[in-house]
Nanobody, 123 residues
């Protein structure tokens, strides 16, 4: 199995910054794409930023120029640096990973999700 654990959420004033981290653990064989999503109440989960194993990144238009996604493959960790935060960025952020892992009998490939970390932007 693979587990993703997010950290770094919290309360910040508009214009402030936060850095989210998401660490993968378990019987991991490899991790391909990783990403950050967010979901506001009553809305669908949306992609915030994604990154390939080679480091190519893509962003939602709403966060371009403000957020930066990065990853440390040796640590199996993905980060989201969020700058110039706005109240509309307030919601729960989830990381995910396209991971191949050892089930004990054979390798499985699954999209795995973290439990979410809350970001609140308010004065």
């Amino acid at each position: 199995q693979v587990q993703l654990v997010e950290s770094g959420g919290g309360l910040v004033q508009p214009g402030g910054s936060l850095r989210l981290s998401c660490a993968a653990s378990g019987s991991i064989f490899s991790i391909n794409d990783m990403g950050w999503y967010r979901q506001a109440p009553g809305k669908e989960r949306e992609l915030v930023a994604g990154i390939t194993s080679g480091g190519s990144a893509n962003y939602a238009d709403s966060v371009k120029g403000r957020f930066t996604i990065s990853r440390d493959n040796a640590k199996r960790t993905v980060y989201l640096q969020m700058n110039s935060l706005k109240p509309e960025d307030t919601t729960v952020y989830y990381c995910n990973a396209d991971a191949t892992y050892d089930s004990g009998s054979y390798l499985l490939r699954r999209i795995v999700w973290g439990q979410g970390t809350r970001v609140t932007v308010s004065s």
